[in-house]
């Protein structure tokens, strides 16, 4: 199993987003919240069921809009990953 990256997250947030969205570097974006990067929780949401196709890792919805930044959400991940191993 690939072990998911930031800059897994910023191509993902990129095709949930599309044009509109407002990522440009991965250090950029790191520790900037979810909310002032424009994304809602639907948002959030889709890209959750993106990650969980992509990577195998499932995350309550809750644990995942917990996430405030993609910071965050990385580490999030990369743990129920590592807890699945």
């Known amino acids: 199993m690939a072990t998911f990256t ?3 997250l910023v191509r993902i947030m990129s095709q949930v987003a599309g044009e509109s969205a ?3 570097s991965v250090a950029d974006i790191a520790d900037v919240s979810f909310g002032h990067l424009g994304y809602d ?3 959030l949401l889709e890209t959750a069921a993106r990650i969980e196709k992509e990577f195998s890792v499932i995350l309550a ?3 995942f809009l917990a996430a405030d930044t993609p910071r965050r959400l990385v580490e999030l991940v990369t743990a129920a990953q590592g807890a699945a191993a």
């Open 6 to 8: 930031q800059d897994d």
């Open 22 to 24: 407002e990522i440009t």
């Open 41 to 43: 929780s639907l948002a």
């Open 61 to 63: 919805d809750d644990t």
